[in-house]
C-alpha cells in the first residue's frame, strides 16, 4: 500500500512559469513531510520540509503548502528555471521515527 | 566536510554472486540508513544502523541481505547469491543525530547494482 503518492509522473512547465507539485498522503500520523529534489545518476538532495503545525514554508523560490485536511501538499516553484528540471520526491515522517515513507517522483521538466 | 560518500557508484554481478555496497557516512554522523530504489518506484527504507548496532533492519529481505556498520571503516550492505530482482539503486543517508523532524538525512550517489 502506497502511503504517499505523487500521481503525476510527469510535468512540463515553461520557463519563468510556476511549476506546481503534488503529492497525497493516507496516514494521519505523518507530522512532517521533506521534498527532495534528484538530478540522474544522484542522490536525493533536501529542498524544503514543512511540519503539521504549519500550512505553508516558504524558501527562496520553493513554497510548500501543506493542507491536513484532505492529506494534501504540494510545493510550487516559481519562476520555474532549466536547472530545476528534475525528479523530485514527497517525503513523509512521523516525528520520532526515521523511516521517510517516500512517494515514487515526478519528473518535472522546464522548457527554455 | 564531504558529502555521504558510496562506492562502487555501479555494481554488475551474475546471479548467484555476492554484492558489497559500501557507504562512508558524513564526518560526526553517526546514523545510517539504507534505502533501495526500483524501475519506477519511489526509495524505499530498508535499514537503520548506528555505529556496531542494527537498530532496524524491518524494510530487509530476510534472506540474503545483511547490513552491518563497524566501530571503524564504512557501513556495507551485503546481498548473497544476488538475483535479478536485486537490481536496482541503493542509497545510503547519514544524520548528526536521529533523522526525525528537523534533523534531515543526507544522501549518497547511489548504488547501481546490475544484476545479469
Known amino acids: 500500500d502506497q502511503q504517499v503518492k505523487q500521481n503525476s509522473p510527469s510535468l512540463s512547465v515553461q520557463e519563468g512559469r510556476i511549476s506546481i507539485l503534488n503529492c497525497d498522503y493516507t496516514?494521519?500520523?505523518?507530522?512532517?513531510f521533506l521534498w527532495y529534489k534528484k538530478y540522474p545518476a544522484e542522490g536525493p538532495t533536501f529542498l524544503i520540509s514543512i511540519s503539521s503545525i504549519k500550512d505553508k514554508n516558504e524558501d527562496g523560490r520553493f513554497t510548500v503548502f501543506l493542507n491536513k485536511s484532505a492529506k494534501h501538499l504540494s510545493l510550487h516553484i516559481v519562476p520555474s528555471q532549466p536547472g530545476d528540471s528534475a525528479v523530485y520526491f514527497c517525503?513523509?515522517?512521523?516525528?520520532?521515527?526515521?523511516?521517510?515513507?517516500f512517494g515514487t517522483g515526478t519528473r518535472l521538466k522546464v522548457l527554455a | 566536510n564531504a558529502g555521504v560518500m558510496q562506492n562502487p557508484r555501479h555494481l554488475v554481478r551474475r546471479r548467484g554472486q555476492e554484492a558489497r555496497l559500501r557507504c562512508s557516512p558524513m564526518?560526526?554522523?553517526?546514523?545510517v540508513y539504507w534505502y533501495r530504489q526500483l524501475p519506477e518506484e519511489g526509495l524505499k527504507f530498508m535499514v537503520y544502523?548506528?555505529?556496531?548496532?542494527?537498530?532496524?533492519e524491518s524494510g530487509m529481505p530476510k534472506e540474503r541481505f545483511s547490513a552491518e556498520f563497524p566501530k571503524e571503516g564504512p557501513s556495507i550492505l551485503r546481498i548473497q547469491q544476488v538475483v535479478r530482482g536485486d537490481s536496482a539503486a541503493y542509497f545510503c543517508?547519514?544524520?548528526?543525530?536521529?533523522?526525525?523532524?528537523?534533523?534531515?538525512?543526507?544522501f549518497g550517489q547511489g548504488t547501481r547494482l546490475t544484476v545479469v
Open positions: 496516514n494521519s500520523m505523518f507530522d512532517y
Open positions: 517525503a513523509a515522517l512521523t516525528s520520532g521515527t526515521y523511516k521517510y515513507i
Open positions: 543517508a547519514s544524520s548528526e543525530t536521529l533523522g526525525t523532524a528537523n534533523t534531515e538525512a543526507f
Open positions: 564526518k560526526g554522523h553517526s546514523h
Open positions: 544502523l548506528q555505529k556496531e548496532n542494527i537498530i532496524d
